[in-house]
């Protein structure tokens, strides 16, 4: 990270969890089972509900927020709530997508839903789904006029539902045999871009931004979400093993769905055949890697990653945006995006 | 039903409709699959998505809520979007509760999570959950000051937290032996108690109560839930057959823990024993029926269940409720308390 944004985020970290430890009850106040089991997925808490320190997560959404806020010209500490509001957000959807995909572990750690129970794990992330719409009621507190706490209610309720729309989207998708890329560019949308859309636009909110640059915010969010995700794609069938940490072709191996690939089932018939008839061995995983290769799958995701990341910067430099915040914003689109692909 | 009561429900049902088809997008706007599963559960669509009118619910939530705020000197019209939410609230935790407690069927028709499979349903639910905190951010758009509506997202928000307390608890009930009468009361505090205390408060809220009189609302809706699920609770064992629909000491047969078994347990050691040992079969049902006459379980529910009625009429009087709709609220209250026990 660079120096500007390391300092933002040493500043920033310890106030995002201070603000969801007060809205979650990991401050003493509870000793609840129920929250017990948010304070273990958040990495508050041991299966014992006994305090740990545990790495969980990059809190890359609440630093969105706080950064667009004051580079927006708005005071940082006043957005803490809607920042606590979008990683609250963001952990719920993670309780409900790991019951969802039968998911054993999360972050190194067994699952929610594999200690307790489905029952009491949905049930758990219903409760901190309501935790998220209360950490977010707390602007008021902080002085944010009551019309823009109106208005990041109702923002942050729609980009609730477009993100079951996008877990629906893929989960649906994995049951079809043909996806278009427009469709799957509509479902990472709702399951990756719209929540960081949404943590720009409310750091522009709570800064009083007019309405051209509260859109602008939005769709530097948007688009830097998009980006990010096609890039992860390129990344998980051209991706450096020794960068990414994955195996390469680790997305052919698992015979997921990614652009590339969509985009390759819709122009090669030979590569839908072995898509339907093959199992994933090495031979499939070099042959489909050739065949991507030949049709422009890599160029086409190339070149959807570049427009992206050109929009996303373009409508960032559209805003604005002021001061030390500003800079660290560019370093923390540009770590997010120069990935190596 | 008496004859304020019916007038009032004639009036306000097709109201109350309208403004949860707009929220859910069920009229006409999404052909989503995801809208679709909504529209199956709420009774207005079948499992294709095709129209149809099913008798689904009572609404005896948002009615409450309408009439509140219509006894308490508000237009009820302004608080449609308040009690489309409460509603539109309910309906998702019958999704999730569906799932949680395995049941295959709802209102007789199947269950979501029976036709679409757990994970989408899971999904179903929290989409909903989002849509019904947009249905009561609604609120500003019918010209309810904007500080209120902030008020009323909180107060909302917080009674979403103790509905999956409330939920949290009966699920672990069932794994326990010994569980106080406190701890029940408390559980169906959450489960069905705060939700109609909440809809009573909302409608107070709109119509621009003081805190004093929002709180006795509040008091009056939760004591009028507690004194239902008690009642409730007695028919479930000594209830007639030919009134309540269900078979004689039907909870009994299901060694459900309502309140006069959980006071039975902490009274009689031969009641503990028998509920240990004993499968549900017709000699088992006699004998705890006997033993809970006996210790006076009947007695001690009918008594609690009496003084929550008192208590509700009397936090109901404090507010001096005016017009026709006070009469219809002292006639819905009669309604549901006055069943045969």
Redesign the interface.
Known sequence: MTNQLTQCFQEMLPAIETEMKVVLQADGRSE???FGMMHYHMGWADEQFQPVQIKSGKRIRPVLCLLTCAAAGGDWQQALPAAAAVEILHNFSLI?DD??DASPTRRGRTTLWQIWG???A??????M???A??AL?RL?DRGV???I??QA??R???T??R???G??AD??FEKRDRVSVDEYIEMITGKTAILLSHCAELGALVAGCDDETVVNYATFGRDLGLAFQVIDDILGIWGDEALTGKSAATDITTKKKTLPVLYGLGQDEVLRQLYQQSTANEAFVQQVVERLDQCGARDFATAKASTYSHSANHHLEATNPAGPAALALQQLTAMLLNRDF
């Open positions: 609840d089972d129920l409900h019951i969802e489905m029952e009491l949905i049930n758990c992330g219903d409760a789904f309501a935790l719409h209360l009621n008021i006029d009551a019309a706490v109106v209610h109702r942050f309720g729609e609730c539902v993100l079951t729309q877990q629906h989960m649906s």
